[in-house]
C-alpha cells in the first residue's frame, strides 16, 4: 500500500463526525507520523505480506496477520489459553485462499477505518491496543476466537493488563461495585450502564461517567454481594456484545 495522508485515510473510510472535525482542525499527517513504534511494525508486515502476495491494498487479514508478529500481543494470546501458531496457520490459510491482484472495496474500506479509528483523533501516537480496538470489531478478527480465549478477552486484557477480575470476596457480605476508565469504551455506554444495570438516575449516570473518565475509576454504589454479582455480569456481558473493554468489578467497601 502507497503511504497516504491520514486525511485521505479518513475521507475513504467513511470516518465519523468527529473524526472529519478533526480532521479540519488539523493539517493531515502521513500514516508513519501517527505511529507508535510497535503498530509500525505491523503496519510496515501488514505491507509487506500484502505486497508479497500481490494483492493490491492491505485489508483487515493483513493487519491480523501483522499482529501475530508482535510479542505483546502474541504473549497475551498465550496468557489467555489461546494458541498463537494455529491462529496464525488460519490467517495463511486465509491468505492463501485470496488470489493475487484481487480487489476488493470491502475489506479495503474496512481497513482503513480501522486505520482511521485507532488513531484517536491524533491525540497520541497510535499502537498495537489501539489497531486491535478496532480491528477485533471485524469478521476478520473471528479467527482469532477458539476455546476459551475470544477478541473481546483478548482486547480486555491488552488494555488493562489483566482478564476480567473475579467478583469473589470470601466472608464479604457488602461491597462497592468499581468501574475503572479505558480508551475505548464510549461515554454513552457508560452512561447507558449505570442507568439500565445500576438503576442511576440520569443526571448521577452521567456525573459517575465524567467522575471515571477524568479520575480513571469511580464507585458506583454499595451493594449487596450476591445483588452485585448479576448487575456486573449483565454489564459485561453488554459489554462483550458491543466489543468494549469495560472494567466492571467489586472491591471490599
Known amino acids: 500500500m502507497s503511504v497516504e495522508v491520514l486525511g485521505i485515510l479518513l475521507a475513504s473510510a467513511g470516518a465519523s463526525y468527529a473524526l472529519r472535525a478533526w ?3 488539523r493539517e493531515p499527517r502521513r500514516l508513519e507520523e501517527v505511529l507508535a513504534e510497535d503498530a509500525a511494525v ?3 508486515v501488514a505491507t509487506h505480506e500484502a505486497g508479497t502476495r500481490n494483492h493490491p491494498e492491505i485489508w483487515p487479514i493483513h493487519l491480523l496477520y501483522g499482529l501475530l508478529q508482535d510479542e505483546v500481543f502474541v504473549e497475551t494470546i498465550k496468557r ?3 494458541d498463537p501458531d494455529a491462529i496464525e496457520n488460519r490467517v495463511l490459510a486465509e491468505l492463501d485462499r485470496r488470489p493475487p491482484r484481487e480487489r476488493d472495496d470491502g475489506a479495503r474500506l474496512e481497513a482503513l477505518r480501522v486505520l482511521a479509528f485507532a488513531h484517536h483523533g491524533g491525540e497520541r501516537r497510535m499502537t498495537c491496543k489501539d489497531l486491535w480496538a478496532y480491528l477485533a470489531r ?16 483478548l482486547l480486555f ?5 489483566m482478564p476480567e477480575p473475579s467478583t469473589a470476596l470470601p466472608d464479604r457480605t457488602d461491597v462497592h461495585v468499581v468501574l475503572r476508565n479505558d480508551d475505548y469504551t464510549t461515554r454513552d455506554f457508560v452512561t447507558e450502564i449505570l442507568q439500565d ?3 442511576l438516575p440520569e443526571a448521577d ?6 467522575q471515571v473518565h477524568t479520575e480513571g475509576r469511580g464507585v458506583v454504589g454499595r451493594f449487596k454481594l450476591d445483588v452485585a454479582r448479576p448487575k456486573i455480569e449483565e454489564a459485561r456481558r453488554r459489554a462483550r456484545e458491543s466489543m468494549f473493554p469495560l472494567w466492571v468489578g467489586v472491591e471490599d467497601c
Not at 471485524?138 to 478477552?153: E, M, N, P
Not at 486484557?157 to 493488563?161: C, D, I, N, P
Open 23 to 25: 480532521q479540519r482542525r
Open 42 to 44: 505491523v503496519v510496515s
Open 80 to 82: 489467555l489459553g489461546g
Open 138 to 153: 471485524t469478521t476478520t478478527a473471528q479467527l482469532v476466537d477458539g476455546g476459551d480465549l475470544t477478541r473481546h478477552a
Open 157 to 161: 486484557t491488552l488494555v488493562h493488563g
Open 197 to 199: 444495570v445500576f438503576a
Open 205 to 210: 449516570a452521567e456525573t459517575r461517567m465524567l
